[in-house]
Every structure is written in structure tokens, then in C-alpha cells.
């Protein structure tokens, strides 16, 4: 069950899955140096080594129709708002080839975990079941979204990733009432004969 801190909980997931599995690789830790160096701000705002931003949110289509959940007996939950994160991932040390490594290593970790369940997600998500999906973009696409963000820095090497599905629950309910009885109509029905 998740609730409106949804968003920020795959956040602090990607962080922690990236950092528990880059801390102990002697080639990348030195480069990222700790935790706190992998951001979830915008690359333009940032002096950190690696910038997860959170670039566009959007409605789940496939499960926007689901049907009401059962609280109880005399009541229904509305479904969840089901999302699609989609993240901008940008490697920043001021060196290409630290760069590459990063992006290489990040790359890596998505693919290895892309469904992520269990004790990898953040508290209200756990229960969850959450798929990393490599998002590629067109050149061109990846230079609107760094043209809206930066005004003083140019395109940065750049991998985007869909989480999904993210559901924050509703609080709707409605009252239901169970069917006691039930009246049937009779109905005549008159048959003509041709002679």
C-alpha cells in the first residue's frame, strides 16, 4: 500500500540500490566517493557526482481502468493513481572517462535489477513490485529536456529510465449494501397464429 510519498520512497530507492552496489566496486567507489555525491536534483542545480532527476510524471494507461477494491463487506476502495517515473541519469565529475564508467556501472545495476520487490524498496513501497525500464530518447529529445533545465550549460551525457508502475492509493471509498431481496416482474408474452 502505498501513499502519496510514493514518488519521493523510488526515489530514495534508486539511490540506495545504486550506492549499495557501487560502494564496494574498487573501481567506481573512489570516483563517487559516497552516498551523498548521487543526487535526486537536476544536473544543472548540482556539484554531485551522479543526478538522478526525476524529468517527466505520467498516468499508467494500461492500468488506469482497474476496478474497485474490496475493504470489507459494506465497503469498496477506488483504485490506486497508477504513474510512470521517468528518470534523467547524468554522470557529472568533470572527467569523460570517469563519466562513461559511472554511466556504465549505473547501467549495469538498472539491468540487473530491473524489477525491484522486497527489502529494496523504500518503506511504503515495500509490497510493491516496481520494473526499471530502460527509456532510450532521440538526440533531439534529450536536447529540449536540457534546454528547458539549463540555460548556461550544455547537453550532458545522458541515460533515461522508466520506473513503473507507482501506485499512490486513493482515498475514496464507497458504501456498498448487500442484495436481500430481489422482485422479478412477470411479463406476458402473446404468440399470434397465422391461419
Known amino acids: 500500500m502505498s501513499d502519496y510519498n510514493a514518488i519521493s520512497d523510488v526515489g530514495e530507492t534508486l539511490r540506495k540500490l545504486l550506492w549499495d552496489n557501487i560502494k564496494d566496486d574498487s573501481h567506481v567507489s573512489p570516483i563517487i566517493g559516497s552516498e ?7 544536473p544543472d542545480e548540482s556539484d554531485k557526482k551522479l543526478s538522478l532527476f526525476l524529468y517527466q510524471v505520467t498516468e499508467n ?9 474490496s475493504l ?3 465497503k469498496l476502495k477506488y483504485p490506486p493513481l497508477t504513474l510512470s517515473l521517468f528518470y534523467l541519469v547524468t ?13 556504465g556501472k549505473v547501467m549495469q ?15 511504503n513501497l515495500v509490497g510493491d513490485e516496481l520494473r526499471l525500464i530502460l527509456s532510450p530518447l532521440s538526440m533531439e529529445e534529450l536536447n529540449k529536456i536540457w534546454s528547458v533545465m539549463s540555460k548556461t550549460k550544455t547537453y550532458k551525457l545522458s541515460v533515461c529510465y522508466e520506473v513503473t508502475p507507482v501506485a499512490i492509493d486513493s482515498m475514496r471509498e464507497r458504501e456498498v449494501k448487500r442484495v436481500t431481496e430481489r422482485e422479478l416482474e412477470k411479463y406476458m408474452i402473446r404468440v399470434e397464429k397465422d391461419d
Open 36 to 42: 551523498d555525491q548521487i543526487t535526486l536534483s537536476s
Open 61 to 69: 494507461a494500461y492500468l488506469k481502468n482497474e476496478e474497485l477494491q
Open 72 to 74: 470489507n463487506t459494506k
Open 109 to 123: 545495476i538498472f539491468h540487473d535489477n530491473s524489477i525491484l520487490k522486497g527489502s529494496i524498496l523504500h518503506e
Open 91 to 103: 554522470p557529472h565529475t568533470q572527467n569523460m572517462d570517469s563519466d562513461h564508467i559511472i554511466l
